[in-house]
């Protein structure tokens, strides 16, 4: 499916799912600044990676810019109407499915920057693209494929003959083929998933069984310690002679006196060392002899649940000093102490620490005065003695314009630096498209923007929304209206669950997946774009009638402030929203008139049955019980999917394109089906959660723009493409009315 909307007699025309699809953005719609741009760390470049969908060739574009600093220096003193320079290298690559270039940095020496890129069975290889010899090059085998899934630095390169990878486990994929040739194979204890997907399965494999491999001075070899091959949980970095690699392993046993030097930053955090338990510290290793010595002696602050989004530690230019981003310090007075930001001088074998790091205070969202969340640290220029730390406000929220630099004194402590120098930004907000801005604190300029076309497109009028949950918390929304908005009329609503991040322009609302707020709005209906809704305890038997009602409450506030029209409600779920919604559907008062859900989690019980080893802790907890026995009858009351009978409202299920998805998401489809109620299911062409393959990200959000227009508007797009379509959305709604429901 797809959508357009018919052009306005206005100057500007309507956005359309077109647009969003074709929408140059900075990295992913949560990317961090960290990953979106990044100077080199002589300081003299700088690159910045954008990402589009081309439907003219169906595919995911993505693009490295890179910029001289200087000529961004030189257009700041220029007119205001003078050109700003073109980057000095771009490098194009594309791919069915994204991110075609992915966890992108630059080398040491600032001479280019090391990236994954897609393999054409859906893999990860090595490329370095040299920047001073303009050329893009593949470091890793063709034949090996990175292991990268959730790990940003499973790689470090120095230079074309020295750095570090790590590729996947052969061992599944080898007894793979060998099952292929049995008669029988043994089924215990393997999932679902594994057993009738087994190359879907081989796709995802855990993360955490990953080998290094090194090359150094062109010599290839697999890392090894005590004589057998290393399995790294997580990021790897090589020291600039080739001889050592840091990273954080688990420890063996956890000491005794781990349990009260390192306690968590509140006493009721579920994030507690303890003996018996697991715990992980920075290490290095010989690369040659396999030896390793700890770093630090302590802990991880992942460990006490103080996180910081890259903990891979990073080396000094000269190979003397080891930065780690979050650890404790071994502590000399057998006191508590606190995790920060260190720097491990090799030759004198000491530990400073360069910024204490702040925490959470309860299980809520509190967090000590203070407090930022850190994304980023790195010597500047190399040097063991500056260090440069990026943060921003919150975890999770796109405010990560900001950075301390520190000089180490010479009694080993560190003093923030203050520089009044170029800053170069990505520059958005829930209503301003992204922009590429320098600024060097007193004239502004904006240096490439990646989409002009946006200025003859009308984006409607997107606002904040307040108002108060049950329990008489103020909430916050972002509302979705129509250009031609009138005060006094109502409209039909469509509630778009998942969260919003104000400093993103997003106009789909939360993420590219079934919600299409702006091409919604276009079409006349209002979207409320909503996060958390109330006082909502995650893993819970209040967790989804907790979301249900809270979006219940806020429809009732758009109704009696005369927004909505109460007659013609919707809503989108998407991966753990889908379970909201159909608590909604089954258990809520709301009359909603459609509602959509794409590849998520019901906890239905084929859910349980089928996928066990995804869903039945959680959902032992959000039912209260296993589906067996006794429990058998919490199921029965709770699980959506045994309320079925419940649903009025026309559904649409959507799933992946993979098996697997289709069977995850089958249970509210067949039952639905059986009981004749108004229901369409959809499978992508897409094996991604969040499709960026720009054909399915167009079914996904033309699907539901096509959707709840035709049930909350009786509209049908007259493009001839989808006349099977509407034929099949009419047999439903004469189904629906011959129930006398809606």
């Known amino acids: 499916m797809s959508s357009t909307i018919a052009l306005s007699q206005q100057a500007k025309r309507p956005f359309t799912v077109v647009d969003d699809v074709g929408l140059a953005r900075f990295g992913d719609p949560y990317t961090v600044q960290a990953e979106a741009l990044q100077f080199s760390p002589d300081g003299k470049y700088f690159a910045v990676w954008t990402e589009r969908g081309r439907l003219d060739v169906n595919r995911v574009e993505d693009s490295l810019r890179f910029y001289r600093k200087q000529d961004i220096e030189n257009l700041l003193k220029l007119p205001d109407d003078s050109q700003p320079p073109s980057p000095v290298w771009v490098v194009n690559r594309s791919d069915k499915e994204g991110p075609v270039v992915k966890y992108w940095r630059w080398l040491a020496d600032s001479s280019g920057v090391a990236f994954l890129g897609r393999t054409t069975a859906g893999g990860e290889r090595l490329i370095l693209a040299d920047l001073r010899k303009k050329r893009v090059e593949l470091l890793a085998s063709a034949t090996e494929a990175v292991r990268s899934v959730f790990i940003r630095d499973t790689f470090d390169v120095r230079d074309e003959s020295h750095y570090i990878y790590t590729v996947a486990d052969p061992g599944p994929l080898r007894n793979r083929q060998t099952e292929r040739q049995a008669s029988a194979i043994v089924g215990t204890g393997r999932s679902l998933r594994e057993l009738l997907f087994p190359d879907d399965w081989l796709k995802w494999l855990s993360r955490d069984v990953r080998y290094p491999v090194a090359v150094v001075g062109g010599n290839r070899f697999e890392v090894k310690r005590n004589g057998k091959p290393l399995v790294v949980p997580g990021g790897i970095a090589l020291s600039p002679d080739g001889k050592w690699l840091a990273t954080v392993l688990p420890v063996a046993q956890v000491p005794t006196s781990w349990e009260t030097l390192y ?415 108004p229901v369409d299911l959809i499978i992508l062409d897409s094996d991604e959660h969040v499709p960026r393959n720009p054909g399915a990200r167009m079914a996904s959000q033309g699907g539901s723009v096509d959707w709840f227009r035709f049930w909350l508007q009786d509209y049908e797009d007259p493009d001839p493409v989808k006349a099977e379509q509407y034929k099949r959305w009419r047999e439903l709604r004469n189904l629906q009315e011959r129930r006398g429901t809606n």
């Open 263 to 677: 306690p968590p930053s509140y006493p009721l955090s579920p994030n507690r060392i303890h003996v018996g338990g697991s715990a992980h510290q920075y290490v290095r290793i010989n690369l040659q002899s396999g030896l390793e010595q700890s770093l630090t002696d302590a802990p991880v602050s992942g460990d006490v649940g103080i996180y910081v989004l890259r903990e891979t530690p990073s080396w000094s230019n000269d190979g003397q000093a080891i930065l780690l981003p979050g650890t404790f310090l071994k502590s000399k007075q057998n006191a508590p102490s606190r995790p920060c930001v260190a720097v491990v001088d090799l030759p004198s074998n000491t530990v400073t620490c360069v910024e204490a790091l702040k925490g959470p205070t309860n299980e809520k969202g509190g967090v000590e005065e203070g407090y930022h969340f850190i994304w980023d640290v790195s010597f500047v220029d190399g040097d063991k003695h500056r260090v440069r730390v990026a943060f921003g406000s919150r975890a999770g929220e796109k405010d990560f314009l900001q950075a301390t630099e520190y000089q180490q004194n010479q009694d080993g402590t560190w003093h923030v630096v203050r520089h009044n120098g170029v800053n170069v930004i990505v520059k958005e907000s829930f209503n301003e498209p992204p922009r590429l801005v320098a600024s060097d604190g007193q004239v502004s300029r904006v240096v490439w923007d990646p989409n002009p076309q946006l200025k003859n497109v009308d984006l409607g009028q997107v606002s904040l929304y307040k108002w108060k949950d049950g329990q008489g918390h103020e909430r916050i929304a972002e509302l979705y209206k129509p250009s031609s908005y009138k005060a006094g009329q109502r409209y039909p609503l469509v509630i778009q669950t998942h969260g919003f991040v104000e400093q993103l322009f997003a106009p789909f609302g939360a993420l590219p997946t079934a919600f299409a707020a702006t091409e919604l709005a276009a079409a006349g209906i209002i979207v409320l774009q909503t996060g958390t809704v109330g006082e909502c305890d995650s893993v819970t038997p209040n967790e989804g009638s907790c979301y249900a009602a809270g979006y219940e409450t806020v429809a009732n506030r758009l109704v009696s402030e005369g927004l909505a029209d109460p007659e013609r409600i919707g809503i989108i779920g998407f991966s753990r929203t889908c379970f909201y919604v159909m608590e909604m559907l089954t258990k809520g008062s709301l009359h909603v008139k459609a509602a959509s859900i794409t590849d998520g989690y019901m906890f239905t019980y084929s859910q349980y049955v089928l996928f066990a080893e995804r869903v039945s802790g959680e959902a032992d907890s959000i039912i209260g019980a296993a589906p067996f026995g006794e429990g058998l009858q919490q199921w029965l009351k709770r699980s959506p999917g045994f309320n079925l009978d419940k649903v009025t409202a026309p559904l649409l299920v959507v799933a992946e394109g993979h098996t697997s998805s289709l069977l995850f998401m089958w249970e509210p489809y067949a039952g639905l089906f059986y009981l004749k109620k």
